[in-house]
């Protein structure tokens, strides 16, 4: 059995590169590989553990335990967590789930994962005194996805389409259009999340993400990419976005900074593990920490090859994995979350916290 699909429960204030309206109904956690490799991890823990005791702490994730959070589930099997002194509950999002930035705020978790910066953003706004500590993922993962006799490459290609999506999908679509100065011009056509309707070519192009429809059309219909079917990033059409964003309370920071930096020590180990070994999580996944989802083990290991290729940008091969940019938040993504019309935007420098990461890394670029 599958898992249920991620709904689309935005309005149309909030754009479509939500995780929660894109993935499992596509029936897969694997695409298109874009290639390149990452730095491998090496097993120094850092410095001892300040605290003789172990320390619980609630991690709220921002969607059901599958290969998304391939590095916490190598962490926690390595026992890298414990090494830390840390005793760790992963509470596991979904469609019917609180948003992690709700039970952060009510105290019913001390730290949060959550892949759609802008909740995460908005969250903020509202008077949550949330602060970034770091992201996984350099580029968001959602995307479209057309055929290759008709593919959408860059934003004129969308001018006169039909897309197939979700309505919460329109304010990204137009951001897109303005963004590339072109005159609004699309049609919206409301779909569910198979790839049915673009193979009856009832559109032109089809939201998706990543890790989802597009492998759908290579395990399935044994398509092949750039042969048969074209998928392209949101931020290649001018929308970039972190995702896997790890975060907590201001007051968390203050009151257990140590904890924070072992927390993440750990768990930077278990995504180094990762880039090396993408099977070993999947296996993970499917037989321990997801086993009730009923999740397919190749599309598991294909959807961590895939989602290993977003995790590096320049600014983490210099200063390593989960590295945030105040300036490229303040410019590019929040450019495009304007163009979308998000309003009342946090200051990009308070937001993120560099201060965990550059005490767990010491200068390196590898834990």
């Known amino acids: 059995m599958k898992p249920t699909a991620r709904s689309s429960w935005q309005n149309e204030s909030t754009p479509a590169w939500s995780r929660r309206h894109l993935l499992k109904a596509a029936g897969a956690t694997g695409a298109v590989a874009l290639g390149g490799g990452l730095l491998a991890g090496c097993s120094d823990a850092g410095s001892a553990q300040a605290s003789s005791s172990t320390d619980k702490i609630r991690v709220a994730l921002g969607w059901l335990k599958d290969i998304e959070f391939a590095g916490f589930w190598n962490a926690d099997a390595s026992g890298y967590y ?16 609180p948003d992690a930035t709700g039970l952060l ?11 759609n910066m802008q909740i995460l953003l908005q969250a903020i706004a509202k008077g949550n005194d949330f602060r970034m500590v770091g992201a996984a993922l350099q580029t ?31 304010p990204q679509l137009n951001a897109i259009f303005a963004l590339a100065g072109l005159k609004r011009d699309y049609e919206l056509v409301p779909v569910g999340f198979t790839v049915d309707p673009l193979l009856q070519k009832k559109g032109k192009v089809l939201t998706c993400y990543m890790t989802g429809q597009p492998v759908t059309l290579e395990s399935k219909h044994k398509m092949k990419p750039g042969k048969d079917f074209v998928a392209v990033t949101y931020e290649s059409l001018g929308l970039p976005a972190y995702a896997t964003i790890v975060f907590c309370k201001q007051s968390f920071l203050k009151e257990k900074r140590d904890v924070m930096e072992r927390f993440m020590r750990a768990t930077l180990r278990g995504w180094q593990d990762n880039t090396k070994d993408p099977e070993r999580a999947a296996h993970l996944v499917v037989e321990k920490y997801g086993a009730d989802l009923g999740l397919d083990l190749s599309e598991q290991i294909r959807g961590n090859e895939v989602q290993i290729t977003f995790m590096e940008n ?16 303040d410019g590019p993504m929040y450019a495009g ?14 937001v993120i916290d560099n201060s965990v990461l550059d005490a767990v890394y010491r200068g390196r670029t590898r834990v």
């Open 82 to 97: 414990a090494e830390e002194n840390l005793s760790v509950e992963f509470q596991a999002g979904g469609p019917n789930a």
């Open 105 to 115: 705020a009510n105290g019913q978790a001390d730290i949060g994962v959550h892949a």
């Open 140 to 170: 968001n993962p959602g995307g479209l996805l057309s055929l290759a006799s008709d593919p959408v490459r860059k934003p004129q290609d969308l001018v006169g389409a039909k897309v197939l999506g979700q309505v919460g999908a329109k």
């Open 314 to 329: 320049d600014l983490t091969r210099e200063k390593g994995l989960f590295r945030m940019d105040a300036e490229r938040l």
């Open 337 to 350: 979350l304007r163009a979308a019309g998000v309003k009342d935007l946090p200051d990009a420098r308070e």
